[in-house]
């Protein structure tokens, strides 16, 4: 998992609207940190062994480094995000670049945060709802992805996107911040029969839950030690890096990679056709 991934780059990263309560106008990244940041994180990609692709950032897209809400991918097919309308401008990008690259592409007929929203384990979807991804996007996903969707809500704006609140260490771990999930989400995660290891509210609002993981090797923010200890503690490799440029559009690592080899459903006996 999270071998192949698509980036983008932070030569267009500004923040020119405040769609997250991290984004503030008058605070902007300084763009020679934001592109070296980033970089730094492509590189540990690569240094882990992931295959990395490359869709050049738009001029009229200053939050096209956040590929991840672009789109869900599993297997040949791909789910379209439908962000909010300030970000609607990257989305034909993605869909091109996706579509050249012969995945079937779904257009989401809701609000949809792409993978921001939507974090594969295994056969199941993590799947957030009701802030930037519309409750019916759970049916579709299910429908044209085949997934078993796991339906959670995080309880603020502050983990506006799943990813800022849960991650996916491997298909049989998790990762999550207790204190941003709903009482029935936590019931429902607590219930799946996998592993769980629970983060601080401070770690997560530092974006520590915002890590990408093949299972081997994490990659992850800095200043969240308590969680990379705890991972360091179960054998895996911890890269920990800067993400302070990222920070201020309201994103992390995870926000900056879109998977693209999330296993297909295998054949199940029960989908052969009746007669
Ligand atoms: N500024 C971007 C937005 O608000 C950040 C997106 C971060 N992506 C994520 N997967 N959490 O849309």
Redesign the pocket.
Known sequence: MNSELLVSDASRFR?DYE??P??DTAVQPDPVAALAEHRAIVAAHLAAGRTVEYLPSAPECP?MV?T??AALVRGDRAVLGS??PQ?KAEIPYFQEWLADRGFEVIEAPYAF????DALACGDLLLTGYGQ?TDERMLGVLARELHYEVVPLRTVSPRW??L??AVGVISPDALAYCPQALDTLSLRTLRGLGVELIEVSVEEAARFAL?LVSDGTTVTMAQDAPRLAATLRDRGLKVVELHTTELAK????I??TALTLDNPPPKQRSDDRPHR
Not at 113 to 116: H, K, L, N, W
Not at 249 to 252: E, K, L, M
């Open positions: 923040v769609i997250n991290y984004m939050d956040f991840a809400n962000p909010p970000r945060s792409g993978q921001g930037r506006y996107d990813d800022l915002n559009g309201g994103g992390g995870r926000c």
